[in-house]
């Protein structure tokens, strides 16, 4: 069985979501996990840790590192 480990930490589920389409589009299977206990009746939304393969972490560190560097949010004028 394949360990899963933590390639990122969203600060919410829209962040979350986000770092998984990155990961589902450079072909790395991804899963969420709450970083922190929740109240089942509690409706915040919490921190999220993204997990990949242990076999894949590299390769999700780059997908993400490449899609998320803050120079592309740079426009030139």
Do not use: C, R, W
Not at 36 to 49: F, L, R, Y
């Amino acid at each position: 069985m394949t360990e899963f480990v933590q390639v990122a930490l969203a600060e919410d589920i829209a962040e979350a979501e986000e770092l998984q389409t990155i990961l589902n589009q450079a072909g790395i299977a991804s899963e969420l996990e709450p970083a922190v206990e929740h109240h089942p009746s509690g409706n915040e939304d919490t921190p999220q840790k993204v997990l990949v393969a242990e076999d894949s972490l590299e390769a999700a560190q780059h997908a993400i590192e490449a899609l998320t560097d803050p120079d592309e949010l740079v426009s030139d004028a």
